[in-house]
Structures are given as C-alpha cells and as structure tokens.
C-alpha cells in the first residue's frame, strides 16, 4: 500500500469514528450540563469548596468564579514545583526554578501545556501526577463551563443568569472528562502505553550501552493530555514517545481523543439552543477547515523534489517512521487546530509551507474544531462577526440565533478577536528587536523568525506546540511566554462572558422572511470565508516574512 493511500484510509477511519461518537455525547454532554441533579460525590466536592451549586450567577460572577479558580490553581502548581525536592517520589529531582515554575504553572492552568522542560528529566511522580494530570482534567473542564455560558446566553431570554460556574466546572470534570478518561487509559495501557510508578532504571540500546529512563503514571496522563486538548507530555518527546504512543492504532486513537469534545460540542451547541441544524452548521464549518488542512498538510508533505524526497517517499525529516507522514501530517493539523498542543513529530523539520499550515491553524483562533470548550466558543464569535458582515452587506439589523447583534455585541466579539494577534505580534516584535531573546535561535533568516512566531502564536492561542529550534528555557521566554499563556487565556474569556450575559438579557427576535438562514450552506460558507479573510489580513504580514518566505525559497 503507498504512503499516500495510507493516510487517506486512516484519515477515512479517523472521520468515520467521530461519526459515530458525534450523536451519544454530544446528547450526553447536553444532559449533563441540563441536568438539575447532583449527585453524591459532587455534593460532597461542593461541601468541601464551599460552593452553592444551584444558585445561578450573572456574567460578573461567573467570571470572577473563573478567574478566582484559575489563579488558585497557578498559585498551587507553582508552589508544588518549587517544593518538589522535598516531596516523596521526587526521584531525586530538584526544585524547579522560579521562572520555569511559573511558566509551566500558567501554561497548565491556561490549558496550553506549553514545557519548557524536558518531563522526565525535571519533574517527579507527584508533580505530574497531583500538579500537571490535575490541571489537565479542571483546565479543559473551565474551557468546557465558558462555553455552556455562551451557549446559555444564546438559549435564554430576559435574564442575565448563565447558570453556575461551580457546578459546570464539577459537571464536565466527573461526569463527562473522567469516565472518558478511564476508559481511554484502559486502551492506551492495551496498546503498550506504561502505567507506574517506578523509578529511574537502566535500560539497554541497540547500538550498545545503557541509559536511564524513569517509569510514570503516563496512559493516564496521555489520555486527559488528548482528551482535555492539553498536550503537554510525560516525556520530552511527547506523542512520538513509544511510552506514550506505542503504535499506529494508539496513534490514530489519541488524535480521535483530540477531536471527539470539541466536535461533539456542536452537537451539545444544537441541542441547547433548540436546533441540531445550527450544530451541524457548526459542525460543517470546522469539518470544511479541518479536512482541508489535513490534505494540504499531506500534500506539501508528501510532495517534495530532489533525492532525499523521493528515497523517503515524502518529507520524512523528524518523523517517525511508525506512523509515517500520513499519520503525522493528521496528528499535526488536528493538534494546531485545536489547543492541543501534543506532537508526534517534530513540527520544526516540516517542509516550510507546512510550517506555514501549522502556524495558520493556531492563527484561525484554534476553532476547527478547536480546544475543549474554547474552539466552540471561539466558532460561535466568528460566527457572530459572519452575521454582521451579512447584514452590513444587505442593510438589515444582523440577527443570530433570535438575538440582534447590536454595536454592544459587536464591541465584545471584535475585543476577543483583537487580543491574540496583538500578543503574538507584540512579543514577537520585541523578541526579535532585542539581542538576548535572538540568541535563542539555533537558526538564521526565515526560518529563526518562524521559530519566535511560532513560539508567541503556540502561547497566546493556548496551543503549546513548538519549533525545536528555539532554546526557550530562558527567563526571557519563561516569562513573556508565560504571560501571553495567561492574557491569551482569560482576557478572551472576559468579552466571551460578558458577550453572553448581553445576549441572555435580550428578548427573542422572532424570524421573518429577511432572517439570514444561518442553518444553510450558503451561511457556512460565508463563515468559513469570514475565518480566512480575518485571519489573514490579521497575520498574512508575518506569515509572508516567515514560512512563506521558507517554502518559496526551498
């Protein structure tokens, strides 16, 4: 079987297996975050938070319940890092440095998972199980609890109330991330993923010779890593790691994982509001960016001129020869497409135009189908600004879901749009105006700048991915790194909440014969158009000093 109809077919099995699960839980997740009931272990977590989870809560409150989790979160992570030395398990591991800590806790708790650190060479039983793992299930649980706000903004009428934050945070932890969880470590643990807590041992080369490698609780860790559109692995290498991904079938697993919320969250959109078509119009959006991207990732990879090319069969530079390019230009988009993050090859050694895919899909917002919770609420932003566009273009007041999208909307939903871009290329500009950052560079031209961009665009879109070429354990990068994680993270979700507390107080538009259908083809084609326009006025410039330059010069 050729390469390419081996990535086909997987891409094939990959679209069939969301399929199936698309239905069953995105009804469920719409259930769970209907539900009035609460059961035991949940009561006894909001016992033990001192939290009401029946008392609704307005936009301010719910933020402030966000923010108020998410801050105690980065405090705790930070601290565990810096007493690790002390800790039982710390297989001998030091405390980690102030400013590395501080980024490792932003980018866990901003659900980027961005690491500057090599896991199995930093970081002991407990930091990664009672620090990192934990903040794998709540961050993509937080994400998960925004967007049920939004879509309750759209659903509800007259009131402002968006339900509570504390009982969607408890919700999507224990009844839809951690079932799923354990059934997929079980699969992983099948497949060869290890699961223990042993320590650092001796273990025998091919070539000859030892070297030291430390057991770990890593099935459990890969598959919220995945689930939870985290990405942050146990080991340096992540996802090409046999540890972690053992073969071709976990492989084409742990991009299902990738998928399989975000997705079906257009489902739980649908449910929610009162029409499966605007889910599938959803739906249909990210599916038509996704796919794409997957063959033009396929494509530049696969077709490539001179000897090496043609001997490997495609650009095999960086990628493992277990899952081929196929299986690593799929696994590639859907993490740069979502906050993912994880990787099973090494994103530095694409060709340069795939360089360019993987930064262009963190640059769409990450929304096809983006991270857990976020790509959701990201899709529904854009889609707000696809109505307006079409209502400027016919003269009408633009209407979404029966609500009017007025100038205060508007002010909200082109806030959340602004604020990544202006991360990225702020960071990135004083990165590369300033010598301590530019020695960071292991490589010159096009390429180098590639390095900081990606690095900025990984860390305010909340990816995590990274160009290997770029030395960022420097207080430099640790530090701006660690504060676009977090502006990029939180400030997006202020104009989210606020933007559904508008719309919850609303009343309902009833539909009339100049409605803009946005359940229809022509309304997702107009979105997806909407995505690329804005995205690439917005970073075309920097895409064209960089990856665009790379592959046009190769």
């Not at 919220?224 to 492989?251: M, R, V």
Request: hydrophobic share 50%; glycine share 12%.
């Amino acid at each position: 079987m050729s390469p390419v109809l081996a990535g086909v077919l997987q891409l094939l099995a990959l679209i069939a297996a969301l399929a199936l699960a698309y239905r069953p839980l995105g009804d469920h997740m719409a259930r769970v975050y209907s539900s009035e009931k609460h059961y035991r272990p949940e009561k006894w977590i909001y016992k033990a938070i001192g939290a009401n989870p029946s008392a609704e809560m307005r936009w301010p409150a719910y933020l402030r319940g966000v923010l108020a989790f998410s801050a105690v979160s980065v405090l705790f992570l930070y601290a565990l890092q810096r007493a690790q030395g002390i800790l039982p398990g710390s297989l001998g591991f030091s405390a980690i440095d102030p400013d590395q800590a501080f980024n490792t806790a932003a980018s866990f708790t901003a659900n980027t998972n961005w690491q500057s650190y090599a896991g199995e060479q930093a970081m002991g039983h407990v930091v990664q199980t009672g620090g990192l793992a934990v903040q794998n299930f709540v961050s993509a649980a937080v994400g998960m609890a925004v967007a049920v706000a939004l879509v309750r903004g759209f659903a509800r009428s007259r009131t402002g109330e968006l339900g509570n934050f504390w009982a969607d945070l408890v919700r999507g932890t224990v009844r839809i991330l951690l079932p799923l969880a354990v059934v997929g470590a079980i699969v992983l643990v099948a497949c060869g993923a290890i699961q223990n807590f042993a320590g650092i041992h001796e273990v025998g080369q091919f070539t000859g010779g030892t070297q030291q490698w430390n057991g770990g609780a890593v099935a459990s860790q890969e598959v919220i890593k995945e689930l939870g559109t985290n990405g942050g692995g146990y080991f340096n290498a992540n996802s090409a790691h046999p540890f972690e991904n053992p073969s071709p079938f976990s492989n084409l697993f742990e991009i299902f994982l990738i998928l399989v919320i975000p997705f079906s969250l257009t489902r739980t959109f649908g449910r929610m509001v009162g029409s499966v078509k605007q889910g599938y119009a959803i739906l249909a959006t990210m599916a038509v960016i996704w796919v794409g991207f997957a063959a033009l990732m396929m494509w530049t990879e696969f077709a490539g001129n001179g000897p090496a090319f043609e001997t490997a069969g495609g650009a095999m530079e960086g990628k493992e020869t277990r899952f081929g390019i196929g299986a690593s230009a799929i696994f590639s988009v859907s993490t740069t497409l979502t906050s993912t993050g994880a990787v099973n090859s090494f994103h530095s050694s694409f060709t340069g135009f795939g360089g360019g895919i993987q930064l262009l899909g963190m640059q769409l917002g990450e929304i096809a189908p983006g991270g857990v919770g976020s790509g959701l609420y990201g899709m529904l932003i854009m889609a707000i600004i696809a109505v307006f566009i079409a209502g400027l273009m016919v003269g009408r007041t633009p209407e979404y879901l029966g609500k009017k999208i007025g100038t205060r909307e508007i002010k909200f939903a082109a806030c959340y749009i602004l604020v990544t871009p202006a991360l990225v290329l702020g960071f990135t500009a004083a990165a590369m105006a300033l010598d301590t950052p530019a020695d960071s560079m292991t490589n010159s031209g096009a390429h180098g700048f590639s390095e900081i961009l990606y690095a900025y665009t990984s860390g305010a879109n909340n990816n995590g991915s990274a160009f290997a070429g770029l030395n960022a354990d420097t207080q430099w990068f640790n530090s701006t790194i660690g504060i676009a994680m977090l502006l990029g993270r939180f400030l997006p979700m202020v104009f989210v909440l606020a933007l559904a507390g508008s719309l919850a107080e609303q009343k309902p538009v009833p539909e009339t014969a100049g409605t803009l259908r946005t359940d229809k083809p022509l309304y997702t084609g107009l979105l997806v158009g909407t995505i690329l326009i804005v995205t690439g006025l917005t970073y075309f410039p920097a895409l064209a000093l960089g990856p665009l330059a790379e592959g046009l010069a190769s």
